[in-house]
């Protein structure tokens, strides 16, 4: 085995126990390790290589190519003593997860009408009512100002879904449970899955077996059976008695119904053991590892508020002007931008991060044969982390990576979180379309956000997980939307009355007095003067009065007459003659000091009073309105907003406005008033004002805010 691999770097490794004693102890350090230890130990054919327990040699595939290679092989499921196919055969036997050879071959057969795209149609309207369950429960954490744990909850959902596709349990699952006997046994023996893997010594069946947990593991698989066979044994019999009907009125064919009347090519059909197998296998890959991705996914969703809100606008887009929320099958092809960040997420985390096979024979890949009896680690993990193929942001969660225009450079078999190959992923349609339609109802009704309160320690098992549960906050979208709508509309109204009204009366008085009576007396003295004592006064004067009574009155009849009248008569006359010769020199250095130290004081003064006024207000009446026509609780999460808006956007709009202003302010008007004023004022401002305030800010303020403030707030 040296010999296959000579040139390759090996880890520190043990006697007996190989690699993994000098892995951390902490799972998040580990992960991390293992993803280090391939990019720095992966050889140029792509493998990486480490000593597993017991010696056992394993060999790791990190690149396209070897993922490619052995994907297309025959090499069958790794079941020996390390194997972790072999660990769950006593919950799902010989099903097509763990099935090898010709047994595998033909249950794949008679089993791939089950995903015809005819069968899977129907099932969105089970995905779009459990997906209903979990947003009423969600509505109530959003209430009570919770937050909720990601898993627990979608867990329960997904195998609520899985439950009445796979053979039409009708239980209430995701309110019973941990109170229902059938989720309790399933949840006891995931993760009994994962204490074994965590404790080499209970990986021999002997020890297992005679600990506490190996006897509750046997007792929850038997129950679990037990469960299935029941109602295989009951359709049975409802099928022979010719109850067809009964199948009609569901609206959709299960996953049983296909068992039962599947037929090879001998006309035979599957016994009662396989039929229970399939059933229990479809339960466990459809439920653990489709939770796994949608709970992620919306980790990273409430990581990046930017792409959150593209994925709601394109879910509002698509649900514009229907009288109902569900989503129909014609609806998934166009989710596109939703697609992309569930592709992104499964890359980020993915689901299943291990695959393992067994060679049997020898297997000769980039010109290094591999001897049969060595492991082959399909490290979906790594291979979705490797710098070389996805760049030195491969931790980052960028969803423009599966752009159409991008997608061309995902070479084959770099993106694998559904495996590749002959054993793909069966369902992998089903999980799709499934993802869409949870993930689009929730962000339909909510925004999400994580919880500062708990930090997030990824644990690799059999799926991806995390230490202590996922902790996510929920906020009403219905709430959201009305917030930033009420407050787009009240910032859009105050601040363009208010500045409209301050502009039109101070440069109506000011202009008008001080530059007339300067520019007659002196210009060269008196202008710099009066124009820097007047305009300082007069603006911030006027604007702090102005901005705080600004919501009452008009812009359009404030600039046309204020503006029209004095500054086209005063700015005409005294301007045009004396301002050509002296602005260049005092109005440049005088209105820049005072213009910039008084607006920007009378600005974020007088703004951050008005708008925090209007705002609270605005958001504490949208809350009502929103609670009283969503029927949610949006009122007392309005009342949040309206605090949290209260108290931010004065300091911030204070500070912000009060450092842009004047470094702006002192920057260009020196250089632009002197040729700007001679020119622009006579003729621009009687026309101009009036028209360009209340066309331009109401449509200008409620695209410039979303993308100002989150760039402007850090500093």
Not at 180 to 197: C, E, F, G, Q, S
Not at 550 to 555: I, L, T, W
Not at 576 to 601: L, N, P, R
Request: aromatic share 8%; net charge neutral; hydrophobic share 40%.
């Amino acid at each position: 085995m040296e010999r296959a691999f000579s040139g390759v770097k090996i880890p520190e490794t043990h006697w007996l126990l190989g690699c993994f004693p000098y892995f951390p102890k902490d799972p998040t350090k580990r992960i991390h390790h293992f993803i280090d230890l391939c990019n720095k130990n992966v050889c140029e054919d792509g493998f990486a290589f480490l000593w597993g327990f017991f010696r056992r040699p394993i060999v790791i595939a990190c690149s396209p190519e070897a993922m490619g290679q052995i994907c297309k092989s025959n090499a069958p499921k790794a079941r020996g003593l390390v194997g972790v196919y072999r660990l769950i055969e006593p919950w799902l036997g010989e099903g097509l997860l763990v099935a090898n050879g010709k047994r595998w071959a033909r249950n794949r057969r008679l089993l791939t009408p089950a995903f015809h795209f005819d069968i899977l149609k129907p099932y969105t309207k089970v995905f779009n009512r459990s997906a209903d369950v979990l947003v009423a429960k969600l509505s109530k954490k959003a209430e009570t100002k919770e937050s909720f744990e990601v898993f627990q909850n979608v867990l329960l959902c997904t195998l609520e879904i899985i439950l009445k596709c796979a053979f039409s349990y009708e239980k209430d699952v995701q309110h019973a449970g941990e109170t229902d006997p059938y989720v309790k046994a399933v949840n006891r023996i995931t993760d009994t899955l994962i204490v074994r893997l965590l404790r080499p010594i209970l990986l021999w069946d002997f020890a297992f077996y005679l600990t506490d947990t190996g006897r509750k593991f046997k007792k929850d698989c038997d129950f679990v059976h037990s469960v299935a066979e029941e109602i295989i044994d009951k359709r049975k019999q409802a099928l022979a008695a010719g109850a067809d009907a009964d199948v009609a009125e569901k609206r959709y064919v299960d996953f049983l119904d296909i068992l039962l009347t599947a037929r090879d090519e001998t006309g035979n059909g599957l016994t009662r053991l396989e039929i229970r197998n399939e059933v229990d296998t479809f339960l466990f890959e459809g439920h653990d590892t489709t939770g796994s991705a949608i709970s992620w996914i919306l980790y990273s969703l409430a990581q990046h508020p930017k792409y959150q809100r593209r994925c709601q606008q394109e879910v509002d887009a698509l649900l514009a002007g229907r009288d109902t929320d569900d989503i129909e099958w014609s609806d998934l092809s166009k989710l596109e931008f939703l697609t992309q960040c569930i592709k992104e997420g499964m890359r980020l985390h993915a689901p299943v991060p291990i695959l393992s096979r067994e060679l049997q024979e020898e297997l000769n890949i980039g010109g290094r044969a591999i001897p049969p009896g060595c492991i082959v680690q399909l490290n979906i993990w790594a291979l979705h982390h490797m710098e070389k193929y996805w760049g030195a942001d491969h931790w980052e969660f960028k969803p423009e990576r599966f752009a159409p225009e991008n997608i061309d450079k995902i070479a084959s078999y770099q993106f694998v979180p559904f495996s590749a190959g002959n054993r793909n992923c069966i369902g992998q349609h089903f999980a799709m379309n499934e993802e869409k339609v949870i993930l689009s109802k929730l962000l339909r009704n909510f925004t999400f956000s994580l919880d500062p309160a708990y930090e997030v320690k990824k644990n690799a098992s059999a799926v991806m997980r995390t230490v202590d549960g996922l902790h996510i906050q929920s906020v009403s979208q219905s709430v959201s939307q009305s917030v930033s709508q009420s407050v787009s509309q009240s910032v859009s109204q105050s601040v363009s009355q208010s500045v409209s009204q301050s502009v039109s009366q101070s440069v109506s008085q000011s202009v008008s007095q001080s530059v007339s009576q300067s520019v007659s007396q002196s210009v060269s003295q008196s202008v710099s003067q009066s124009v820097s004592q007047s305009v300082s006064q007069s603006v911030s004067q006027s604007v702090s009065q102005s901005v705080s009574q600004s919501v009452s009155q008009s812009v359009s009849q404030s600039v046309s007459q204020s503006v029209s009248q004095s500054v086209s008569q005063s700015v005409s006359q005294s301007v045009s003659q004396s301002v050509s010769q002296s602005v260049s020199q005092s109005v440049s250095q005088s209105v820049s000091q005072s213009v910039s130290q008084s607006v920007s004081q009378s600005v974020s003064q007088s703004v951050s009073q008005s708008v925090s006024q209007s705002v609270s207000q605005s958001v504490s009446l949208a809350g009502r309105q929103a609670g009283r026509q969503a029927g949610r609780q949006a009122g007392r999460q309005a009342g949040r907003q309206s605090v949290c808006l209260s108290v931010c956007l004065p300091a911030c709009l204070s500070v912000c406005l009060s450092v842009c202003l004047s470094v702006c302010l002192s920057a260009c008007l020196p250089a632009c008033l002197p040729a700007c004023l001679p020119a622009c004022l006579p003729a621009c401002l009687p026309a101009c004002l009036p028209a360009c305030l209340p066309a331009c800010l109401p449509a200008c303020l409620p695209a410039c805010l979303p993308a100002c403030l989150p760039a402007c707030l850090p500093a």
